[in-house]
């Protein structure tokens, strides 16, 4: 079993920045995609960036990238995303995930977090 937990969400200002991470542990092995979806109230849930943690490779949705930055922090073991310039439209339950499948689909998860509300005012 792998448990994914993450932290950092909040109420911020437009224009503001937060910084989201996510922390995997159990059998990660076979799990090496960790990536970070949103859902707003009504809407579907939407790739926002993923990693793979094994070669570092980076990918972004359109909506955030210049904006949003996913890292790893190989000293807590953790995946981060650095969220900047945010935007209302960024208002949202974000999850993390990890899994080995296809990185923009939710499909490709095996494991989920709670989520974690970000909320942005204008």
């Known amino acids: 079993q792998v448990q994914v937990v993450e932290s950092g969400g909040g109420l911020v200002q437009a224009g503001g920045s937060l910084r989201l991470s996510c922390a995997a542990s159990?059998?990660?092995?076979?799990?090496?995609?960790t990536g970070w979806f949103r859902q707003a109230p009504g809407k579907e849930r939407e790739f926002v960036a993923a990693?793979?943690?094994?070669?570092?490779?980076?990918y972004y949705a359109d909506s955030v990238k210049d904006r949003f930055t996913i890292s790893r922090d190989n000293a807590k073991n953790t995946i981060n995303l650095q969220m900047n310039s945010l935007k209302p439209e960024d208002t949202a339950v974000y999850y993390c995930a990890v899994g080995g499948g296809t990185y923009y689909s939710t499909r490709g998860y095996d494991y989920w977090g709670q989520g974690t509300q970000v909320t942005v005012s204008s």
């Open positions: 159990g059998r990660t092995f076979g799990t090496s995609v």
């Open positions: 990693i793979n943690r094994n070669v570092g490779r980076t």
